[in-house]
């Protein structure tokens, strides 16, 4: 279990250097199914993990509200905005990875 936990580690922070090179990433975040963070990469603090949680969970629900389907969205996805920021959270929570994200861009 150890050796599979470390893979999975590995994996994650592999993903967030991709996110991290991507033009205009100043940060991103990753947080766990309780809020908790999981890994984090550029200047971003994890103490607001459970905030980013808490926002991805309150989108999740209002967009299973009015969505058609029964099942509600596949991903939820929300953008807040600033004069000079952007931060993108997003959550797939069919995956059962339960790890929820927060990309961090400067406005352009």
Do not use: W, Y
């Amino acid at each position: 279990i150890f050796k599979q936990a470390q893979t999975m580690e590995k994996q994650l922070k592999s993903q967030l250097d991709t996110v991290m090179n991507t033009e205009g990433v100043v940060a991103v975040l990753a947080v766990d199914s309780r809020g908790l963070p999981l890994a984090s990469k550029g200047a971003v603090s994890g103490d607001i993990s459970g905030a980013v949680k808490s926002l991805a969970d309150h989108a999740t629900a209002l967009a299973r509200e009015a969505s058609s389907s029964s099942s509600g969205p596949r991903v939820t996805a929300v953008s807040v905005n600033t004069d000079s920021m952007c931060m993108l959270v997003s959550q797939a929570p069919d995956v059962g990875s339960g790890v929820t994200t927060a990309v961090f861009k400067f406005n352009t």
